[in-house]
């Protein structure tokens, strides 16, 4: 398996995401010198996260297929999941990248901390999560609460509502099909928690306004000592 790393390969990736840029402007935007950043595409091991166009100059773009690759090697996908996926890195990822992990306009991540690889399926892991919890409570609509809430409180119960959400950071992962959701979501931690957690919001919230509910949901925990909303 391979990825950029937490070093001079993985800045110079993510300072030109979603850019064509000459060598001269990558080490600009990098803050590499211009012969560091000479030296890391020309690196046969770095053919696989960078690409090179002659024009009346060489320009460098970002080679997105290494994760789709990496992805395939931990998680059941099918064909055309892996291809959705590369079109989506392609696509759509580079202005998600933009929007959610500037600074400053620029963007960055805390390459000390966990390499760029993991920092990106941390994030399609995340976003799966939320993802698949709408996807699969959605109806005309609305958000279908009846089975959650049911669980919750020990009887057949019918609900449905609308919840707040920012939603627009889901549009990176809307194409996917639901069991490349669901491979991304147990893929890490993250998404399994994305994925629980709206499941315990909605049902503390609706706890917190409704006692009569709230009753029995904290009835049907006393036996386990804990707190209630934390077995749903």
Request: proline letters at 2%; hydrophobic letters at 35%; one cysteine or more.
């Amino acid at each position: 398996m391979k990825e950029p790393g937490k070093g001079e390969v993985a800045e110079l990736f993510i300072s030109i995401i979603g850019k064509k840029l000459t060598i001269e402007e990558a080490a600009n935007e990098s803050k590499l010198s211009i012969d560091k950043v000479a030296e890391v595409i020309s690196n046969q091991d770095s053919l696989n996260f960078f690409k090179k166009k002659e024009d009346s100059n060489l320009k460098i773009s970002c080679n997105y297929s290494w994760i789709s690759e990496n992805l395939a090697t931990k998680i059941k996908l099918r064909t055309k999941e892996i291809e959705e996926i590369n079109t989506i890195m392609d696509t759509k990822f580079p202005k998600h990248a933009k929007e959610y992990w500037s600074e400053d306009s620029k963007i960055t991540r805390d390459l000390i901390s966990r390499s760029l690889g993991e920092w990106i399926e941390s994030e399609l892991s995340f976003l799966a999560g939320f993802s698949l919890w709408f996807r699969e409570k959605e109806l005309d609509g609305n958000t279908d609460l009846s089975t959650l809430i049911s669980d919750a409180v020990g009887e057949n119960v019918s609900a449905s509502g609308t919840i707040e959400f920012d939603r627009k950071r889901l549009e990176l992962l809307k194409t996917l099909t639901t069991n490349a959701l669901i491979s991304l979501k147990d893929m890490s931690p993250a998404g399994k928690i994305a994925y629980r957690s709206m499941d315990v919001a909605i049902i503390k919230g609706i706890s917190d306004g409704d006692e009569d509910y709230a009753n029995k949901m904290k009835n049907r925990t006393l036996p386990q000592k804990e707190a209630w909303w934390k077995f749903w």
